[in-house]
């Protein structure tokens, strides 16, 4: 479901004019806002913390994945 929101996004975004690199930022500040947000409520337990770091590198993988499904439609759209 996210991959497929994520393509959709990519071709709404190439159909509006937008730049390949502004929808990849926007994929960047989505990734930074949503680790803000989850350190923010996890700050100060020590276990969820540590959770958390654990996870860091499948969330991160995620959020890559997202960003190349999203560049790929855009990239697809244009070439339309």
């Known amino acids: 479901r996210a991959l497929d929101l994520a393509a959709e996004h990519g071709r709404k975004r190439a159909s ?39 996870l860091q590198g499948r969330l991160s993988h995620t959020f890559d994945s997202l960003m190349i499904v999203a560049a790929e439609s855009w990239v697809a759209t244009r070439l339309d």
């Open 16 to 54: 509006e004019g937008f730049a390949i690199g502004d929808v990849l930022a926007e994929f960047q500040q989505l990734r930074a806002e949503v680790w803000a947000a989850l350190w923010r409520v996890l700050e100060g337990d020590e276990l969820l913390s540590d959770s958390l770091r654990e």
